[in-house]
């Protein structure tokens, strides 16, 4: 039942035209898994100006060239990336209700996925790699600041260090700064408000997964609040208002596209992507 929410979000400077972010996250992908990959190989009729996925692809040793099937309609757009937890090392059969404790992290069992190899293929495509670093888009007259982690669940996060000042855009040009992680963990959510970033977008909580009608999700799978753990919200605090002068930035976490091998079940949640239409703000 997979469905692609939509949200408005108002980060652009004045007059500057509209941008389409499609996001993704969280795939997953076993090789049998053919509906997934139709689906999101549609999802270029939305003609998204950008694309960014927020790691956890694979679920399978034999999942790049499904990954990379799913992907290809949209490698020809500019986009961005990093990678999660299950991008590095293949699932393994646990307990599930392990998930429902407060840290759900578990030792990995040193099965390597083949990581190298799908990397290759976005860095190819052109896809910038945002593994602990900055990068830089020009999309029409917007320039997107790129910032990114690895997996803070897995503790590879390294902030990178403040770039160096940037030349002004031409005056026809707008900026963006956009910050990518994985996992939506506090402290990574703190550094990229504190580096300005306007928009964060995440994945990793699933949305919980498991969600109770009226309560909403169970757990994150991280530290970040239950009222969050999916959809378009304020870091740290409310949504900024439409002149920006809440003191908080945009964050998107998407609840994804798929779940482990072993624990295939959803509950009131139902598998995602994120169309984030970005718009001038309010004068």
Same mark, same amino acid.
């Given at each position: 039942?997979?469905?692609?929410?939509?949200?408005?979000?108002?980060?652009?400077?004045?007059?500057?035209?509209?941008?389409?972010?499609?996001?993704?996250?969280?795939?997953?992908?076993?090789?049998?898994?053919?509906?997934?990959?139709?689906?999101?190989?549609?999802?270029?009729?939305?003609?998204? #100006?950008?694309?960014?996925?927020?790691?956890?692809?694979?679920?399978?040793?034999?999942?790049?060239?499904?990954?990379?099937?799913?992907?290809?309609?949209?490698?020809?757009?500019?986009?961005?990336?990093?990678?999660?937890?299950?991008?590095?090392?293949?699932?393994?059969?646990?307990?599930?209700?392990?998930?429902?404790?407060?840290?759900?992290?578990?030792?990995? #069992?040193?099965?390597?996925?083949?990581?190298?190899?799908?990397?290759?293929?976005? @860095?190819?495509?052109?896809?910038?790699?945002?593994?602990?670093?900055?990068?830089?888009?020009?999309?029409?007259?917007?320039?997107?600041?790129?910032?990114?982690?690895?997996?803070?669940?897995? #503790?590879?996060?390294?902030?990178?260090?403040?770039?160096?000042?940037?030349?002004?855009?031409?005056?026809?040009?707008?900026?963006?700064?956009?910050?990518?992680?994985?996992?939506?963990?506090?402290?990574?959510?703190?550094?990229?408000?504190?580096?300005?970033?306007?928009?964060?977008?995440?994945?990793?909580?699933?949305?919980?997964?498991?969600?109770?009608?009226?309560?909403?999700?169970?757990?994150?799978?991280?530290?970040?609040?239950?009222?969050?753990?999916?959809?378009?919200?304020?870091?740290?605090?409310?949504?900024?208002?439409?002149?920006?002068?809440?003191?908080?930035?945009?964050?998107?976490?998407?609840?994804?596209?798929?779940?482990?091998?072993?624990?295939?079940? @959803?509950?009131?949640?139902?598998?995602?992507?994120?169309?984030?239409?970005?718009?001038?703000?309010?004068?």
């Amino acid at each position: 039942m997979f469905t692609l929410r939509r949200h408005t979000v108002p980060v652009l400077p004045a007059g500057a035209r509209p941008l389409r972010l499609l996001h993704l996250s969280d795939l997953h992908l076993t090789p049998s898994q053919r509906h997934k990959v139709a689906w999101v190989r549609d999802l270029a009729r939305y003609e998204p #100006d950008v694309v960014v996925t927020t790691g956890d692809n694979l679920a399978h040793p034999d999942a790049v060239p499904g990954v990379l099937e799913a992907y290809a309609p949209l490698l020809d757009l500019p986009g961005a990336f990093v990678l999660g937890s299950n991008d590095y090392f293949a699932p393994k059969p646990k307990n599930p209700a392990r998930y429902l404790l407060p840290d759900a992290r578990t030792e990995m #069992d040193h099965s390597p996925l083949p990581t190298p190899e799908l990397t290759a293929a976005f @860095r190819a495509a052109g896809w910038k790699d945002l593994t602990n670093r900055r990068d830089l888009l020009e999309i029409g007259g917007t320039r997107i600041d790129l910032v990114g982690v690895d997996d803070p669940h897995l #503790d590879r996060d390294r902030f990178p260090a403040a770039a160096p000042r940037a030349e002004a855009p031409p005056a026809d040009h707008s900026v963006l700064h956009l910050g990518v992680t994985h996992a939506p963990y506090t402290r990574v959510l703190d550094a990229m408000h504190a580096d300005g970033c306007d928009l964060v977008v995440a994945g990793h909580t699933h949305g919980g997964q498991l969600c109770l009608p009226f309560y909403g999700a169970l757990v994150t799978n991280c530290d970040l609040d239950r009222g969050r753990a999916s959809g378009l919200h304020g870091w740290p605090g409310p949504p900024p208002d439409g002149d920006g002068v809440a003191g908080s930035t945009w964050l998107n976490v998407s609840a994804g596209l798929g779940t482990s091998p072993y624990a295939p079940v @959803r509950f009131a949640c139902r598998p995602e992507a994120s169309l984030l239409t970005l718009v001038a703000r309010e004068r």
